[in-house]
């Protein structure tokens, strides 16, 4: 019935070619135009709901407290050995923003009132203040104690309005080098209270306390959030890029972080190494194709249906209106890479039948004409295409189980496309090639175009000693594969699971790059050390840069304030929380809110005063009233740690923590979490640790989890039909867990070599390696089909095995060689994840062909003198 079956269907493939080139030509069109009428737009995996208390905590958080929301870049001035708190060096910075607020384009995305802060501004308030006093005919004495803060006084005090940018740069320009060295002594004695920021927060976490020299400091830029102001994110992104180019003008060691410089440089890196590699991939895939077929129209052919299997699956995106997103990635690169093989496997069992080498109608010919060639060389092979195809599908689209809609459009478009390749590459691919065969056939064009591994050549008896080794040493062979394995399983218990979107930010570009000419010379990539350098000596800001905790409870205990003081003074600086210079951990509660407005604010200090029984700081009773006055003194600083209801009553705190930039989400999240537990120790509240990385990671490892099992349910599936196949079709079940093993195997490597190589399995790379599977399915079943077709016509085992890895495995070994060359040469990208997809992708293609290749005819084997004896 299957002969029967695949017979008719080349049949009517030989007879009706022109008809189904029109048709699938006319379907093709009408697909692909749904990549220009379509919807496509761009998404994010994190965008999938996960719910969870810590999704549930942040949203409370936004819902009830004055956060701070803006975006914020930071502008880093650093002179290794030298001293940037110099006049000079702070005038420079303050004509900086100046020149900012003076460029339209900019000055249109920065927030209203504090658009800029660093420490240049708190000198220039202090040189201002100074200078109003002394006009005001106040002694120098008083005028400096005000100015400093000094008997608990602001140091604006008197002023009816903060000072303009120009008036601050006025008031420096004229102050003496001595002066700015007299305020920054006085501002940064660890015992003064300055009004506004605190000027050591712009300074590095290794400054040295009451000193007046500094390495490095920082000027926060904050600019108005997309989401609730009429910017774009474009444009705050775009003006994050100019203050950049205005900084590199006026400082010599200068650097601006913020997403928009992470979107420049990961955009330009991704050119760059399209512009250095796709020559390279093209020119090498075009090669090795050409090796592969040694026949220019064969590669044409080939390339033509590549490019239709493309426009299918952009045109199918485009109708059902998927958003592209990184999880996405892997999906044409697997069509592209199954393209390859079915057109090798349809073209050499083609070549086998014309030159008389494949003999499956029972007779033997020197050589055949093309459309009985075609006949005979479909009828062999699409079978295998067909269960290839349909058990892959099918595997992929098993997928769509998942809650999260990334997933689910991964299955859809994998699933869709790989339908795709099997009806480009079963029909009109064949078609295709009949016709230009008959062409050639009539003009006298003798084609002689033998198989891949087929004849007496070299890599002849490269495959046939495959098939020899297989007789001789079976166990052998798949106690080796299975050794490799357990050695992988081993290593993959070690393998990082974590994300880090550090891992992303693109590298500079290797020496060898660097001589390149002109048009593919790679820019320059600063942004990643930049990361490190601001996560090890500054805290980081913006939005989800920051953990946070959101306690809920009894909040006005005093012993909450208790464990807030203690776990911000013994939390591990070796962790990824923040500390500054004082040694404590960079947290903002409302035990620091009520020291910082205590310093300024006698009635909010004597009220603590009173009801300080262990000299701490902090109020050991009667907490809500000191919280009162809190509110009453300092409204927007409390607002931002408590939430007061309308009844007055205090309903939860809030506690941001500054972590590194450059750390894992997972190892933050970790952090955060035991600061939360210690708070809930000593403390009868409950605290839920939140915030940017925390929520990065419940949806990371939510994602991870989701696509692990979808990988498990894969492999299920494919695993359920392949043993329902071949038990319907030839009553042999045994024969798709055999088939299915070496992809396992092939699995089970890659894994372990990740984890040698110290590639994390995670969100991202968990999609690669589902080509993995996508590709060892392949090839696996064409081995195994060729096998049982082979063993139909042949009485001995070694003519079968010889025939078919020949066969089959000379258009594998063509496959894997162009996909993996082809691909893998991605590795050379100067972007991370492309690296990452390079060598993943890669490893698969080649690892999947050796199972193949080596385990799969072992187990083929054993089971056939298995076999025997039990018959």
């Avoid at 035990?591 to 050991?620: F, H, K, M, W, Y």
């Avoid at 193949?852 to 018959?871: H, Q, S």
Wanted: glycine share 8%; aromatic share 6%.
């Amino acid at each position: 019935m299957k002969r029967e079956l695949t017979s008719r269907y080349a049949e009517v493939l030989a007879s009706r070619s022109k008809l189904i080139i029109a048709l699938l030509l006319v379907i093709s069109a009408v697909v692909g135009a749904g990549a220009v009428i379509g919807t496509t737009s761009e998404g994010e995996i994190g965008q999938a709901g996960i719910d969870s208390p810590e999704q549930a905590a942040l949203d409370r958080i936004e819902a009830t407290y004055e956060t701070d929301d803006a975006v914020v870049a930071q502008v880093v001035v650093r002179d290794d050995g030298g001293d940037v708190l110099t006049r000079e060096s702070l005038l420079k910075s303050l004509r900086l923003q100046q020149e900012i607020r003076g460029n339209e384009s900019i000055n249109a995305t920065l927030r209203d009132g504090t658009g800029m802060v660093g420490i240049e501004n708190v000198v220039a308030n202090i040189a201002y203040a100074h200078e109003q006093s002394e006009r005001a005919n106040t002694s120098g004495a008083n005028a400096s104690s005000r100015a400093t803060g000094g008997n608990n006084t602001s140091a604006a005090q008197g002023q009816s309005s903060a000072p303009t940018l120009d008036q601050q740069i006025a008031a420096l320009e004229s102050s003496s080098d001595e002066q700015v060295e007299t305020y920054l002594s006085r501002i940064l004695d660890p015992d003064a209270s300055v009004s506004g920021s605190d000027p050591t927060e712009f300074l590095p976490t290794n400054y040295e306390p009451g000193t007046t020299q500094a390495d490095a400091r920082t000027t926060l830029v904050f600019q108005q959030n997309p989401r609730g102001s009429a910017t774009t994110t474009p444009a705050v992104n775009d003006a994050q890029v100019a203050i950049d180019s205005l900084v590199e003008n006026r400082f010599a060691d200068a650097f601006v972080f913020g997403q928009g410089i992470i979107d420049e440089e990961s955009s330009q890196a991704i050119g760059d190494s399209f512009t250095i590699i796709t020559p390279v991939a093209i020119v090498l895939l075009l090669m090795v194709l050409t090796i592969a077929y040694r026949d220019l129209v064969d590669v044409l052919v080939s390339v033509f249906g590549v490019g239709v299997v493309i426009v299918w699956h952009a045109g199918i995106q485009g109708w059902l209106g998927i958003p592209s997103n990184s999880t996405l990635i892997a999906v044409p690169f697997l069509l592209i890479g199954l393209s390859i093989d079915y057109s090798l496997h349809v073209v050499m069992r083609y070549r086998e039948a014309r030159e008389g080498t494949l003999d499956t109608d029972d007779e033997t010919v020197d050589r055949r004409d093309p459309t009985t060639a075609m006949r005979v060389g479909i009828a062999g092979v699409v079978l295998a295409l067909a269960t290839a195809a349909f058990s892959t599908a099918v595997g992929f689209l098993s997928n769509y189980v998942s809650p999260l809609e990334s997933i689910q459009d991964f299955a859809i478009l994998s699933g869709v496309g790989i339908v795709a390749i099997f009806v480009v590459f079963a029909a009109l691919v064949p078609a295709i090639k009949l016709e230009l065969e008959r062409f050639f056939d009539r003009r006298g064009r003798d084609r002689h175009n033998p198989a891949v591994g087929v004849g007496s050549g070299g890599l002849s008896r490269l495959l046939s000693g495959t098939a020899a080794l297989a007789r001789r040493a079976p166990i052998a062979v798949i106690v080796i594969a299975l050794v490799l394995a357990s050695a992988g399983a081993y290593g993959a218990t070690d393998i990082d699971t974590e994300f880090n979107q550090a891992d992303f930010l693109p590298q500079d570009a290797p020496a060898w790059m660097e001589s390149l000419p002109g048009p593919f010379a790679p820019g320059d990539y600063d942004v990643s050390q930049n990361l490190d350098y601001l996560s090890d000596n500054f805290r980081q800001r913006g939005q989800g840069a920051e953990g946070q905790i959101l306690i809920r409870g009894n909040v006005t205990a005093p012993a909450l304030l208790t464990a807030i003081d203690d776990v911000t003074q013994n939390t591990n600086s070796s962790g990824t929380i923040v500390a500054g210079s004082d040694g404590r951990a960079a947290i903002e509660s409302p035990a620091s809110v009520l020291r910082s407005v205590a310093a300024q604010n006698e009635t909010v200090a004597d009220a603590i005063e009173v009801r300080d029984t262990d000299g701490d700081g902090l109020p050991d009773r009667d907490t809500a009233a000191v919280y009162d006055l809190l509110f009453e003194a300092a409204p927007d600083q409390a607002s931002s740690v408590l939430y007061r209801a309308d009844n007055g009553s205090y309903q939860s705190a809030r506690l941001t923590v500054g972590v590194q930039g450059n750390a894992s989400a997972q190892s933050v999240t970790g952090d955060v979490r035991g600061v939360a537990s210690a708070i809930e120790g000593d403390a009868p509240v409950r605290a839920i640790a939140t915030g940017g990385p925390v929520i990065t990671a419940v949806v990371q490892s939510g994602l991870f989890e989701t696509l692990v099992e979808g990988f498990a349910i894969t492999l299920g599936v494919i695993l359920a039909l392949l043993v329902g196949l071949y038990w319907w079709r030839n009553r042999t079940p045994g024969l798709g867990v055999v088939t299915l093993v070496p992809v396992v195997i092939a699995l089970v490597w890659l894994l372990g070599t990740m984890a040698v190589l110290d590639i994390p399995f995670n969100s991202e790379t968990v999609v690669i390696t589902s080509l993995a599977i996508g590709l060892g399915v392949d090839y696996s079943i064409h081995v195994s089909e060729r096998f049982v077709d082979e063993r139909a016509r042949h009485d001995s085992l070694t003519d079968t095995l010889s025939t078919a890895l020949t066969g089959t495995g000379g258009a594998l070994l063509g496959s894997a060689v162009t996909t993996a060359s082809g691909f893998g040469v991605l590795a050379l990208a100067l972007s991370p994840p492309l690296q990452r997809f390079g060598i993943v992708t890669g490893l698969s293609i080649v690892y999947a062909f050796v199972a193949c290749m080596t385990v799969l005819p072992c187990l083929l084997v054993i089971r056939e003198r298995l076999l025997t004896r039990l018959a």
